[in-house]
């Protein structure tokens, strides 16, 4: 049945596009306060924080202690907010507090394990095995298109990393929260790898495509369940599911996750129970802190979107490196201006990246929360058309006409604010002065961020824009121009800068994304280009597995077959989004069952 559903709904996608574009004939423009949010105004002064826990704010201060007494050496900052307690907060204080400290305030190493073996369970105990309840080593239609043997025998082995990576909260975590900062989420989750044993938002999207190819329906919907639970319990989709993430989101494609079950399931009541939960995701993600307007050369208003964390303290999984990236400002409030530049590039996926700095070369010139990002604005006119055809496929016919307002809009902005003719690509666009305005702001030319990205060809992803072949073909030959494409995949940027959204760094979410947009296209070259990019990225991750037995999180796309590094932390394995873009790709282009799959 699945497959008649997948080939059935991607028809009535079809028709709904098309019925778009007749629409968008015919509405007239929106006027300047979105119906569907809040009128919008520049945030002023400090800007909203949402307060932190107290055993958080305990835990980064036993952070602080790790650190003064094992030094830099393999010190993962991360590792301390995630420990458990065994008693009460207030035991676990005053056992700490006792403690004997040297002159500088560190701890014995024997004082301190001691303590920690006492008091705390280890991170990443509060999250157990769970079966998944719809996981067979082989499902029946997986792959079709694999023919060689030994490429479809390493997609059943990264196939079977769902089941290693399926975990649930501990009974502990839902009785006693208070002694955790994982969050208690209701169903079982697929964990990124390594380090990250949470859920994360928008790597969940990519993990659910590998679901769906691998048939794992159920798992998929358990997802966007939990994703669901934190939107309905704090307001917003978390970045991920522990207490110190609640602060800020992620790249929001919560409604392209239920899209695409429904796309392969068809399953009606799940997208009627998931319905107003994506328009009050949409409602948040266009309030006053992340909603701006810009007004074009023809005086037309757009509303536009950035990221905008709710933080101005140093991020608590991070808090000491952030304190010493700040130690370099002496007034206080630069210093929470900082970290909440900080927290805001968390929120955007690239964390980081010389795409949100002033100065390249200088780390602290972080100013995302001054940028309006070509691909927030992509995921949120993505969100504007999943919510019009959602709301279409339960009958929800003024929704869809206000979200295909909302669309319209947006589609406009697009042209006007986002594109760059000579360069064929979309680029960030830089706000005047900060964000501390009321009025709409003018567009100038000269605040296009001029610099090649990936992100810069992340538009390709909408149907509205690969649908038409002649800037399909212009973008194509831009980026077959642009420096990003290489040996082993596209490159995040230009610039290697030591951060890990930079180059030579490749990550599947943008590889995914820049394919599939190119090969829905009806130009041959587009079409081309991204079979291309998909068989170097399929390579590189197979070569990187049997060399070391494992996916991993980025790979370096200067070398077929060698993962990345950079960045705050180790290379991590594991990886969800990286089995899940492997397994989208081998779907779609499959592999013949003579051609090989070693690095040339």
């Known amino acids: 049945m699945a497959p008649f559903l997948y080939h059935t709904n991607r028809k009535r996608h079809f028709l709904f596009l098309f019925s778009v574009f007749i629409l968008s004939q015919s509405l007239p423009p929106m006027a300047l306060t979105n119906p569907l949010s809040p009128p919008s105004s520049c945030t002023k002064g400090p800007g909203p924080v949402i307060p932190v826990t107290p055993l958080l704010s305990f835990l980064v201060r036993v952070q602080e202690t790790a650190l003064q007494t094992y030094g830099k050496s393999n010190f993962d900052p991360k590792h301390y907010v995630d420990l458990s307690l065994k008693s009460n907060l207030s035991t676990t204080v005053e056992a700490f507090d006792k403690l004997p400290k040297t002159e500088n305030g560190s701890v014995s190493v024997k004082d301190f394990e001691g303590f920690i073996g006492k008091y705390f369970n280890d991170a990443g105990d509060d999250v ?3 079966e998944p309840v719809d996981f067979v080593p082989e499902p029946h239609g997986f792959l079709p298109k694999v023919e ?4 479809r025998g390493w997609a059943l082995e990264v196939h079977a990393l769902w089941k290693n990576f399926s975990r649930k909260v501990s009974s502990s975590v839902l009785h006693h929260p208070e002694l955790h900062t994982l969050l208690p989420l209701p169903r079982p989750v697929i964990i990124p790898g390594s380090r990250f044993t949470e859920v994360y938002y928008w790597d969940s999207y990519w993990v659910i495509r590998g679901l769906l190819a691998s048939k794992m329906y159920e798992t998929a919907k358990a997802i966007v369940t939990n994703l669901i639970f934190m939107l309905d319990t704090y307001g917003h989709v978390l970045n991920g599911a522990r207490a ?7 790249p929001p494609l919560l409604s392209a996750m239920v899209y695409e079950i429904y796309n392969r399931t068809g399953d009606v009541e799940f997208v009627k129970k998931s319905l107003p939960p994506l328009i009050k995701e949409y409602r948040y993600w266009n309030s006053d802190i992340h909603e701006l307007i810009i007004r074009d050369a023809e005086q037309c208003n757009h509303f536009l979107n950035r990221y905008y964390a709710m933080w101005n303290k140093p991020r ?27 927290a805001s590039t968390a929120e955007s996926g690239w964390d980081f990246s010389t795409r949100w700095m002033r100065n390249s070369s200088d780390f602290t010139t972080l100013s995302t929360t001054t940028i309006l990002p070509v691909d927030l604005n992509i995921f949120i006119l993505r969100m504007e058309l999943d919510i019009a055809f959602l709301a279409k496929t339960v009958g929800e016919n003024a929704i869809t006409e206000d979200f295909l307002r909302a669309s319209q809009k947006r589609e406009k902005a697009f042209s006007s604010i986002f594109w760059n003719e000579n360069m064929g690509q979309w680029l960030d666009y830089w706000l005047n ?35 038409d072949i002649h800037l399909v073909e212009k973008v194509t030959k831009s980026l077959k121009n642009s420096g990003l494409l290489c040996a082993a995949g596209i490159a995040t940027s230009l610039t290697n800068s030591g951060q890990q959204w930079d180059f030579p760094n490749g990550w599947a979410p943008l590889q995914h994304m820049i394919v599939e947009g190119l090969s829905k296209s009806a130009s041959m070259e587009a079409r081309t280009v991204a079979k291309d990019i998909a068989e170097r990225w399929i390579k590189t991750n197979y070569v990187a597995y049997k060399k070391t037995g494992a996916m991993h999180e980025k790979y370096d796309v200067e070398k077929c077959g ?22 989208a790709f081998l779907e779609e282009f499959g592999w013949p069952k003579d051609k090989k799959i070693d690095c040339d």
């Open 128 to 130: 157990v095995y769970a």
């Open 148 to 151: 060689n043997p030994e490429v």
């Open 244 to 250: 110190y993430y609640t602060n800020r989101s992620q």
């Open 316 to 342: 608590p999984e991070s808090s000491t490196i952030d304190e010493e990236l700040a130690s370099k400002f002496l007034n206080d409030s630069e210093k929470q201006q900082f970290y909440r530049e900080l």
């Open 433 to 467: 002065n900060g964000a501390d305005c009321e009025e709409p702001q003018t567009w100038k030319a000269e605040n296009q961020n001029q610099k090649v990205f990936a992100s810069n060809f992340v538009p390709l992803w909408i149907d509205l824009f690969n649908s």
């Open 562 to 583: 060698e993962f990345g590094g950079g960045g705050e932390y180790t290379p991590q394995t594991g990886f969800g989004w990286s089995n899940g873009v492997v397994l």
